[in-house]
């Protein structure tokens, strides 16, 4: 059980965020304790905010990866305005984190790597679905799916439970692939009684470089009023 956060605060959030994740993973209970909200701002200034699962992490210099379609409604709203706000809530655990940031697209290597590592079913469900895009029927997306997977050397006979590529796996779609959200703020918060919870705020500068990257500079931590 996590009763408070510790004194000093930790110098890097995220890390505290990894023992979190690795605990509630331990603790196995909810199925998927990486399931993290991720909010946009469309082009208008329209938030959405959907869930997507935390696929890595890393603590310095300080990233978060998932992967979606790049052409989804997300992937729009990204393209048009690279800030994103995060949140993972583990509620049997009592235990928040907040995460605000820049999300910018992981490099192809990397999305590659993770797509290989994805059972072939789930490479040919990111080659049948126009994420986000209107739909005349659930069969219609099967169709849809399957066609493309033949169009990929898929045979015939292939069914949705059935998807054996040839060589073993399918390519990775150009349209889909990794975000890494740089963080900018932290908040952890920890469940406390008569509503006294545990909560701070990390913050930090992150500017973009001429590489076109973000480049972090150090932590600052603030105790926040619950
Ligand atoms: C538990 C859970 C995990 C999900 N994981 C992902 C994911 O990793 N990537 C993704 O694109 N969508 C994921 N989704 C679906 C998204 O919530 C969302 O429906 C989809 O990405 C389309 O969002 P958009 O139209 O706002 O782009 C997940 C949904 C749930 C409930």
Not at 139 to 147: F, V, Y
Request: proline share 10%; with cysteine.
């Amino acid at each position: 059980m996590i009763d408070v956060l510790p004194t000093p605060l930790p110098d890097n959030p995220l890390e505290t965020l990894a023992a979190w994740l690795d605990h509630a993973t331990l603790q196995a209970l909810q199925p998927n304790p990486n399931a993290m909200t991720v909010a946009t701002l469309d082009a208008d200034g329209t938030p959405s905010i959907r869930v997507v699962l935390l696929k890595a992490l890393v603590t310095d210099p300080g990233y978060l990866v998932f992967y979606s379609n790049y052409q989804s409604r997300k992937g729009q709203a990204i393209a048009s305005n690279p800030q994103v706000a995060c949140c993972l809530h583990w509620d049997a655990l009592g235990l928040q984190v907040r995460v605000e940031g820049i999300a910018v697209r992981s490099p192809a290597e990397e999305s590659d790597a993770y797509f290989a590592s994805r059972d072939p079913a789930s490479q040919l469900g990111a080659w049948g679905s126009d994420q986000s895009r209107p739909l005349a029927s659930r069969e219609a997306l099967i169709a849809q799916t399957l066609a493309r997977g033949r169009a990929l050397g898929l045979p015939d006979t292939a069914t949705l439970a059935d998807v054996k590529p040839p060589g073993g796996a399918l390519p990775r779609p150009p349209h889909w692939g990794g975000y890494r959200v740089w963080a900018r703020a932290v908040e952890l918060w920890v469940d406390g009684a008569a509503r006294i919870h545990d909560r701070a705020r990390w913050e930090r500068p992150l500017t973009t470089g001429d590489d076109g990257l973000p480049h972090p500079g150090a932590w600052q931590a603030q105790r926040l009023q619950p």
